[in-house]
């Protein structure tokens, strides 16, 4: 990705929606409630220039940092829409606008988008919590699986045994949970128990046996 070329090109367009909104002075009457509308309008599209600059900035596996420009310029089209319908009223002599109703109706929308950017942010962190948690839970496993494997070079008389082991470990679920802990902690101590050398094969069923367990508590927390 050109970083550089695509923020040039979000700077264009932020440009020409601002070009193109100030040309509607040359056909709307500039009245108070217009120039509000229109600055107001110049603050949706900074948000979203700077929204999607941000979004280069921040270029993650996460969609999150995707929505963000996204929920902005869902603000703008909405407070465009809002600010359109104000000024075709303003128009017909029958209706009287209180441009204090106008500016209220703008902050409970910019509050509505502020509050859903607000949630869509905490629920990335909890899912980056959570990966983070997954992916100490894949390290720990992958570990396991390491010192098996150093147990074959060193007992390579019970390989199958061992591999036996190691294949349970593979195919386990990372998931952890705090009842897990004991288990697990059991299944870290098997392993390391098989470095005596006595009664291998005893021992790995017995770990087959704790990791088969702790898989079958998995499936049930899920």
Not at 119 to 135: P, S, Y
Not at 164 to 181: C, F, K, N, W
Not at 190 to 201: E, H, P, R
Request: with cysteine.
């Amino acid at each position: 990705m050109n970083t550089k070329n695509n923020k040039g090109r979000i700077i264009i367009i932020s440009v020409i929606l601002a070009v193109v909104l100030s040309a509607l002075f040359l056909v709307v009457k500039a009245t108070t409630l217009f120039i509000t509308a229109y600055i107001i309008a110049i603050f949706g599209i900074t948000l979203f220039c700077i929204g999607n600059l941000y979004l280069l900035k921040s270029i993650k596996s996460y969609p999150w940092f995707a929505i963000f420009p996204i929920t902005i310029f869902r603000y703008l089209l909405f407070q465009v829409a809002l600010s359109t319908i104000f000024i075709i009223l303003e128009t017909i002599p029958i209706f009287s606008i209180n441009i204090q109703w106008f500016l209220l109706l703008h902050i409970v929308l910019f509050a509505f988008f502020a509050i859903v950017l607000i949630l869509q942010k905490g629920g990335k962190e909890i899912i980056e919590n959570r990966d983070e948690t997954i992916n100490k839970k894949v390290v720990v496993l992958q570990l396991m699986r390491s010192d098996i494997e150093s147990l074959i070079r060193k007992y390579p008389e019970h390989e199958r045994d061992f591999k036996e082991v190691a294949d349970a470990l593979r195919y386990s679920d990372p998931m952890s949970h705090s009842s897990l802990i004991k288990c697990e902690e059991q299944i870290q101590q098997g392993i390391l128990s098989l470095n005596d050398g006595k009664n291998i094969t005893e021992q790995c069923m017995e770990l087959l046996r704790q990791i088969a367990d702790r898989n079958s508590q998995v499936k049930i927390l899920k």
